[in-house]
């Protein structure tokens, strides 16, 4: 592995995966660094039991729509063949969305 790198990006929160993916893409040698044992930061998930729990990201815009930072950073970094944008819709006139009861957690 090189020791020597363009850019130290510290953290592997969305901010720091961005980052340090288009520089990367820009052709820089990147270098990224995680306390954690696991990347995401608070776009994460865990388990308890047999849930898989978001942590905190659970919908966003859609970054198709309009001129867009996210859509952006989208296009550059090639994500969309890999994403399946699900629509959420919820206003005063749609139907309730029904959350069936998962397993209890101790
Ligand atoms: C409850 C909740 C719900 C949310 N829901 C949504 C949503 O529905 N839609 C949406 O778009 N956004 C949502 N967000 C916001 C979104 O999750 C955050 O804005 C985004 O994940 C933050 O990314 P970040 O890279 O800025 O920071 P973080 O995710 O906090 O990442 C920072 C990373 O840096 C690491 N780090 C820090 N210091 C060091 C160090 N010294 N050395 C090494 N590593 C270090 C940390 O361990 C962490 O992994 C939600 C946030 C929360 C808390």
């Known amino acids: 592995m090189t020791e020597h790198f363009d850019a130290i990006v510290i953290g592997s929160g969305l901010g720091g ?3 340090g993916a288009l520089f990367s893409r820009a052709g820089y040698r990147v270098l990224l660094l995680e306390r ?3 990347f995401g930061g608070a776009a994460t998930t865990y388990h308890r039991g047999r849930m898989t729990i978001e942590a905190s990201l659970h ?3 859609d ?3 309009g001129p867009d ?3 952006e950073v989208f296009d550059t970094l090639g994500l ?3 994403l399946e944008l699900v629509p959420v ?3 005063s006139g749609s139907k309730p969305v ?3 009861p998962g397993p209890a957690v101790r």
């Open 69 to 71: 930072l996210e859509g």
């Open 17 to 19: 995966l961005t980052a």
């Open 59 to 61: 919908e966003t815009t």
């Open 63 to 65: 970054p198709r729509r």
């Open 80 to 82: 969309y063949d890999d």
């Open 98 to 100: 029904t959350v069936r």
């Open 89 to 91: 819709s919820w206003s």
């Open 36 to 38: 954690n044992d696991h």
